[in-house]
């Protein structure tokens, strides 16, 4: 079946140390986001990409930074410099490239904590 | 800037009764109108869209929506919830023409006592 791949399901990070999250899909979707989903907040987006090696900073970038060396993968490094990562992360996807009205399809999500 | 309100945070309901969730957006142009639900445990998956046409758009397990573009609103309803309607529902908008990002409402958590 076709889909979005998140792992790891938990991730736990000490202070001070980088972290990536992983996000594959074999839907063969151009566009890629990463969203971050906290209480009472909704989701808000971290990075986006349409293409392979090209990328943008959604609105709440600082402190993250993404990579897409391929089509079907697109992690997200959560750095030291993000002072509360604490958060559940998701990761989507959607054909027809940053434009159209096709809805995006979401992974199962990564809780990152620090310890 | 685009912006979604969802006024009901919590909403709690006794199965068979009706729900309607609230959704009102800000945006000057043409949009695009997601309605998504994450249930416990589970991915966010897509309940219906509007894009054009029929303002009362159906979508899966029962729900509809009605697109009131002179309210900016897009309300979600369901005649009667089943306790396995327990999530959370989120409302997206995004605009229609060139890139428009894809603007999530807060949520409403939704509890259906059986």
């Known amino acids: 079946d076709g889909g979005i791949t998140q792992s790891p399901k938990y991730l736990f990070r000490k202070e001070g140390q980088n972290v990536t999250l992983s996000c594959e899909q074999n839907?063969?979707?151009?566009?890629m986001y990463w969203y971050r989903q906290d209480p009472g907040q909704g989701l808000r987006l971290i990075y986006y990409?349409?293409?392979?090696?090209?990328?943008q900073k959604g609105d709440i970038a600082e402190g993250y930074s993404v990579s897409r060396e391929k089509k079907e993968s697109f992690p997200l490094t959560v750095t030291s410099a993000q002072k509360n990562p604490t958060a559940f992360y998701l990761c989507?996807?959607?054909?027809?490239?940053?434009?159209?009205?096709?809805?995006?399809?979401f992974g199962d999500g990564t809780r990152l904590s620090i310890l | 800037a685009q912006s979604v309100s969802q006024h009901n945070h919590h909403v709690i309901l006794s199965e068979a009764a009706s729900l309607e969730l609230g959704c009102n957006y800000s945006?000057?142009?043409?949009?695009?109108l997601f309605w998504y639900v994450q249930y416990p445990g589970q991915h966010l998956q897509l309940l219906l869209k509007y894009f054009s046409g029929d303002p009362l758009v159906k979508g899966i397990k029962g729900f509809e929506a009605e697109f009131i573009k002179s309210k900016f609103s897009f309300n979600l309803r369901k005649p009667s919830v089943q306790w396995s309607d327990t999530a959370e529902y989120f409302c997206a908008v995004n605009g229609d023409t060139g890139f428009q990002k894809l603007v999530f409402g807060t949520g409403t958590r939704l509890l259906v006592s059986p």
């Open positions: 945006y000057g142009g043409t949009v695009n």
């Open positions: 989507a996807s959607k054909d027809g490239g940053l434009k159209g009205n096709q809805p995006q399809h």
């Open positions: 839907l063969n979707h151009d566009a």
């Open positions: 990409s349409q293409i392979v090696n090209d990328f």
